[in-house]
């Protein structure tokens, strides 16, 4: 079965910096990856996600992502944090060896941006 | 184009007692999920409807919680009876095409649920 993890539980970074949430995955075919913000007591918003075609994705917000096959990772960066992007971010993959997966989520990971 | 729209967004119960939350999908979106969310976790998947059809229900507990999309466009998510450890926030999403897989599902804002 699929899986995701996230192996940091927060992550700090003073604005202007550049931020990287980390994220694996295992599938047992290729992987659909997927990256979602969730803002308190609100539901989650997709940023963007990896199907096929070049590894790195770039997002909404100013967020990318580089699919790593061999390291069976992908994580989300941006060049320079803003304080707005506090939030709780989830990385999700759905396997595609079989025909209708589920989408599986990571526990998330919540980024603070300090002023 | 309005979201996906759930409620109620907060319900406090006493354990034992039902309740039931709704969601409308973006309209033309033919894939509904429920997914409950934790505290401190990710969403899991609880059970996925393409149109009318229940297609993945393999995380719905079946002895208290009940789903249904009968008109395939809006669906009920019900509880009878609660317990302590249903306390969650349900989430509600939809997709489009859902079956191919490489859709991004859209959330609604969620419904919390405490159950005392």
């Known amino acids: 079965a699929q899986s995701v993890a996230q192996p940091e539980d927060q992550v700090n970074v003073a604005e202007g910096n550049p931020l990287t949430v980390k994220c694996t995955y295992s599938v047992s075919g290729n992987p659909y990856l997927f990256w979602y913000v969730q803002y308190p007591n609100r539901g989650l918003q997709f940023l963007l996600k990896y199907i096929t075609g070049d590894n790195l994705v770039k997002g909404s917000y100013g967020f990318e992502a580089e699919f790593n096959k061999s390291q069976t990772s992908f994580h989300l960066k941006k060049p320079s944090a803003l304080v707005s992007d506090s939030a709780l971010y989830f990385c999700a993959v759905r396997d595609t060896i079989q025909g209708n997966t589920p989408l599986v989520f990571g526990k998330g990971t919540r980024l603070s941006v300090i002023a | 184009e309005a979201g996906v729209v759930q409620s109620p967004r907060y319900k406090i119960i006493e354990k034992k007692q039902p309740v039931a939350f709704w969601c409308n999908p973006i309209s033309g979106h033919n894939t509904l999920y429920w997914y409950r969310q934790n505290l401190g976790q990710g969403p899991e998947l609880l059970i996925r409807?393409?149109?009318?059809?229940?297609?993945?229900d393999s995380q719905l507990p079946k002895d208290r919680f009940s789903a249904e999309r009968l008109k395939g466009v809006d669906s009920t998510l019900k509880i009878q009876p609660a317990e302590l450890g249903d306390s969650a926030v349900y989430l509600c999403?939809?997709?489009?095409?859902?079956?191919?897989?490489?859709?991004?599902?859209?959330f609604g804002e969620g419904s919390r649920l405490t159950v005392l």
């Open positions: 409807y393409e149109n009318e059809e229940a297609v993945d």
């Open positions: 999403a939809s997709s489009l095409f859902g079956g191919q897989g490489t859709g991004e599902l859209f």
